[in-house]
């Protein structure tokens, strides 16, 4: 039995040996590049604190780290080989997939490639990377990393793994079975391992094109393996990569996700086929289609590079990201004439007022030996007029319909809350205080805690969901102007609802008459209302028949015409973010 004292001390030597390999395998790829020396682990305990498991290394592109499992690799009997296992892992941050968000995007086509086997595009974009990293260090650095593959003790070969060993196999011109690629291979697959290694090559550059080609091409392997129960995941160097990141560019769908996910044996670029379709230089030089994924797919995409958060967390992420390039310049009423501040002279700083308010300057001219409350000093500023007008953002009092007849913004694209985040990030960019409240039933209600400008509290409230029925909580709004004599700024209020907004106007739980405590509202915050509203396209007409729909309408367009407030009809709910990006031209231009 060893000796544990032994057995740890050997260990130390072992981590001393591979630290001083680090330049070697840093100059595999570079003399100028430069990385965070490898987290070395000596024992089990260690690497799972690092949150390594199943591997003997692994990388995390958010800090660029290196963290490899000593005791995983005496097992596997790699010991002999830091320069070629620590340039590997280096080469997972600088060529494959390099940043957090290529490696989302090499997600994103190999899903496309993997239906109903989706959820294998991490494992099968490990292989992919694996190999443009192996084959660039074997072929171009010299480093024996086939020789690593001998030595690597898989007792397990499911079809996917001989097919990649075999690919490695063909690409390096060695015999059939020297890396364990097992018995005789069918013609198929050997077939398709030539493929794989066309692919390698030939996407090498363009790496983003090959990985959909790849996950076709390993697709029927997955299948065969996934029947027979005996798929093995094994050194999965890159499934914490994302940990700690945020990866962007990612809502929307880019034009050659689709095309890219085609077999290799029918792909016209790696064979003399022709398809009848343009050039792939031409196709990548077209326009994008301007396509967004749903958020349950932007979310299944984060999961897979490993980025672990909620569903309601990702959502938030997805609509801040689509509404980010369409803010407005938020409204905003002239002020009497600004004021400049003028420095009027000094006077002491005591004990117990803020410090950001001490003149540090003056107060060592005071005395070099700074003593706070005896030769601490603060400036005492007055005003001017400026020569300018001042502009006063309107704050916005929001109030988004989340009954069930709205999509759940975690699982499917809703307009209504992309056009709140559009409307509220303008907002808080502008300088203004936001309120945003969500509504079901009158009593099913999420809301900020007033006016504020707290981004994340605002954007939990958008993308959270109710899904009862339709009451407007006119409450709400009773509470929220029955103090407010006359606010400091000016508020607009806007709902975002359908037909359903009618209830707004029915009488409260005290008796109240809903056109009252709207009325009060809209005189009390001073900055108008309005309501954006999915109405069909004869709702100001007398000729609908359903009954209900017809009071509905009624109610809303006295709500217009007798209550003051504006009602902007869309006809389905993407107008809505045409709304919200003209919302400054079509109702403030004047105030």
């Known amino acids: 039995m060893s000796n544990p004292a032994t057995e740890a001390v050997s260990l130390q030597e072992l981590r001393e040996q591979w630290l001083r390999a680090w330049p070697r395998a840093l100059e595999a790829w570079s003399h100028y590049l430069q990385l965070r020396p490898p987290k070395l682990c000596v024992s089990a305990a260690e690497a799972a604190m690092e949150g390594l498991e199943d591997s003997f290394a692994m990388i995390r592109l958010q800090d660029q780290s290196v963290v490899v499992d000593l005791c995983a690799v005496r097992a596997s009997d790699i010991e002999q080989f830091p320069v070629e296992v620590l340039a590997h892992e280096i080469g997972h941050h600088v060529l494959a997939p390099a940043t957090l968000t290529d490696h989302a995007r090499i997600l994103a086509r190999m899903r496309k490639a993997l239906p109903t086997l989706e959820g294998h595009a991490p494992y099968v974009a490990n292989l992919y990377t694996d190999l443009l990293i192996n084959d660039r260090l074997q072929r171009s650095a010299q480093l024996r990393m086939a020789e690593i593959y001998r030595r690597l003790k898989v007792t397990h070969r499911s079809s996917v793994w001989r097919l990649y060993v075999r690919i490695y196999e063909m690409l390096w011109a060695l015999p059939q079975g ?182 540090w300057f003056q107060s060592v001219l005071v005395s070099p030996k700074v003593v706070a409350g005896l030769s601490t000093v603060q400036r005492v500023w007055g005003t001017e007029d400026g020569d300018e007008p001042k502009r006063v953002p309107l704050d916005l009092d929001l109030y988004v319909d989340s009954s069930g007849s709205m999509p759940d913004p975690s699982r499917i694209l809703s307009y209504p809350a992309l056009a709140g985040t559009i409307l509220c990030l303008s907002a808080l960019r502008a ?140 006809a389905n709910w993407e107008e809505l973010t045409a709304f919200a990006r003209a919302f400054s031209r079509m109702k403030y231009t004047s105030l």
């Open 178 to 359: 020297s890396l364990g690629s097992g018995p005789k291979l069918t013609d198929n697959m050997e077939g398709d391992a030539w493929l794989g290694a066309r692919v390698i090559r030939h996407f090498a550059r363009e790496r983003l094109d090959g990985a959909g080609r790849f996950a076709a091409l390993i697709l029927p392997y997955l299948v065969e393996d996934a029947a027979a129960n005996a798929l093995s995941v094994l050194w999965h160097d890159t499934r914490q990569a994302g940990k700690g990141g945020q990866p962007g560019g990612l809502t929307e769908i880019e034009p050659d996700e689709e095309r890219a996910a085609v077999h290799p044996a029918n792909d016209p670029e790696l064979s003399d086929v022709s398809t009848g379709l343009p050039p792939a230089e031409v196709e990548r030089q077209a326009p994008a289609r301007g396509q967004a994924r749903q958020p349950y797919e932007y979310g299944e995409i984060l999961r897979a590079a490993g980025v672990a958060s909620s569903d309601h967390e990702l959502a938030i992420r997805y609509y801040k990201e689509r509404a980010t390039t369409q803010l407005i310049p938020f409204p905003s009423r002239q002020a009497p004439v600004g004021t400049d501040p003028l420095p009027e002279g000094i006077e002491p700083w005591d004990v117990g007022e803020s410090l950001d308010r001490i003149d």
């Open 431 to 570: 300088g203004a205080r936001v309120k945003a409240t969500l509504w079901s039933g009158k009593l099913q209600v999420r809301k900020t805690a007033g006016f504020v400008r707290d981004e994340h509290a605002i954007m939990e409230v958008l993308t959270g969901y109710l899904g009862g029925g339709t009451q407007f909580p006119i409450h709400e709004l009773r509470e929220t102007y029955r103090e407010v004599a006359a606010p400091d700024r000016s508020r607009h209020i806007l709902i975002i609802s359908d037909d359903g907004v009618s209830t707004m106007f029915e009488p409260d739980e005290q008796g109240q008459p809903g056109w009252q405590i709207a009325r009060e509202a809209l005189a009390r915050a001073g900055g108008g209302g309005t309501l954006l509203l999915n109405l069909p396209e004869n709702w100001e007409s007398a000729t609908i028949k359903h009954l209900a729909l017809k009071v509905a309408l009624q109610t809303i367009r006295r709500a217009r015409d007798e209550g003051g407030w504006q009602v902007h009809r869309v």
